[in-house]
């Protein structure tokens, strides 16, 4: 879609197309295209309204409701903070009595638009003219455009000094290709615009990539990792006045609120829809005890490991690892957590293809979760394999102890 595209969608003939892509969006599209069709809709508006209802439809599972009134983009819904994440965001700044806020390459506008929805008055900079025009249209939709203004230009042009804190973003995909970019420096804007801008304005924060090197993370900054249902989504830098620990793992989970009492760390806060949220603090510089392998296997959860507080973590659960390299955990009790996936561990032996088949159709074993930490092997070529069949589960974890290649044969605690 370019600007053309965009602005026919605007038209009153555009938003019947759309409504009209909408109700068929998710089904066949050569029939989709042929509803359309039949609809006297022209070829190139049923082109853009079926894209744009397609997007808006996978656009669910990031921004819920407020999806269906969205405009997207594919670069930028990938790219797109999470709602749940964005408006946790949003809160902790509010919290800190933030009401003005920069939002520095602000994409189609999903963390301003958190921002503003808890009163913060919002400057959005955005270099892409297309998304630029779209996130202004996400506000307009939203019912934010007092709250939320958006600029098309230079974010390393935008005077901070009018603002209480600044939001950053840097793009790392390629204009054009759509590839990512692992390179903090070939960022848009680059390391070295962040790091000043963390130096310059009091209250800072910046999402990098999950992966970034801790080396290049600030000594006074606040590095979080945050996952959702499990999966690692971003991470943060949380700059001057709003750093508060070394290191943070947050992990949140939609839905219905799980049994446990909330586990190691900090207490769990529920939110009226369901939503749970667990933190977990430290150092990220002690080390954990290294042991035996026991009765328990704690697989911690992305967040956890990636912000180097398996340590932490072994401490609250009195585990220890048993490959100093390899973040599993041991203990020798179940304790609920929301920071880790427990298993009992049923069998240890050193791996082998053929004592690994004939344990487990011993076991009557047919259906097989394979995990791994320290393992080579493809979990999808050795389920095939272990040619397996019966009918009861198990969960292989592929790991590595005392430098040896080792299966452990696990069922999942009740």
Not at 28 to 49: E, I, K, N, S
Not at 189 to 209: I, M, Q, S, Y
């Amino acid at each position: 879609m370019d600007l053309e595209h965009f602005a026919a969608l605007r038209t009153p003939e555009g938003s019947a197309a759309l409504d009209a892509a909408t109700r068929v969006a998710g089904g066949d599209p050569l029939a989709a295209a042929a509803a359309l069709r039949c609809a006297r809709v022209p070829g190139g508006l049923a082109a853009t309204a079926l894209t744009q209802a397609e997007l808006r439809r996978r656009a669910v599972g990031k921004f819920g409701p407020a999806a269906t009134d969205m405009f997207f983009t594919r670069p930028g819904l990938e790219q797109a903070t999470r709602q749940v994440v964005a408006d946790r965001r949003a809160q902790r700044l509010r919290t800190a009595g933030v009401t003005t806020l920069a939002d520095l390459g602000c994409g189609l506008g999903a963390d301003a638009l958190a921002a503003a929805r808890t009163g913060i008055r919002v400057y959005a900079v955005e270099a892409d003219p297309l998304t630029a025009a779209l996130a202004e249209a996400n506000a307009q939709a939203a019912g934010l455009a007092d709250l939320l203004t958006v600029d098309c230009g230079d974010a390393t042009a935008f005077d901070a000094a009018r603002v209480e804190a600044v939001f950053c973003d840097p793009a790392r995909r390629r204009a054009g290709s759509g590839r990512r970019i692992f390179d903090p420096y070939a960022c848009s804007p680059p390391w070295d615009f962040v790091t000043r801008l963390a130096e310059r304005v009091p209250r800072t924060v910046v999402k990098v990539a999950p992966g970034i090197d801790h080396a290049l993370i600030p000594a006074d900054a606040e590095a979080e990792w945050v996952s959702v249902d499990g999966d690692l989504v971003e991470a943060a830098l949380w700059c001057g006045a709003l750093a508060e620990v070394p290191r943070r793992a947050t992990v949140l989970k939609q839905g219905p609120p799980a049994n446990a009492s909330g586990g190691a760390g900090a207490p769990c806060h529920h939110r009226a829809g369901g939503e749970s949220v667990h933190q977990l603090t430290g150092s990220g510089l002690i080390e954990a005890t290294v042991g035996p392998v026991r009765r328990f296997l704690y697989d911690p959860d992305p967040a956890v490991v990636r912000a180097h507080l398996v340590a932490e973590l072994a401490v609250e659960l009195d585990a220890s690892l048993a490959d100093p390299m390899i973040g599993y955990l041991y203990a020798d009790r179940a304790t609920s957590t929301p920071y880790a996936r427990c298993l009992e561990v049923t069998d240890v032996l050193p791996f082998s293809l053929k004592r690994l088949r004939a344990l487990l159709r011993e076991r009557r074993v047919g259906r097989v979760e394979i995990l791994k930490r320290g393992s080579a092997l493809e979990p999808e070529r050795l389920r095939r394999d272990l040619r397996l069949a019966g009918d009861q589960s198990a969960s292989v974890v592929l790991t590595r102890i005392a430098d040896a290649p080792t299966a452990l044969v696990c069922r999942p605690t009740t």
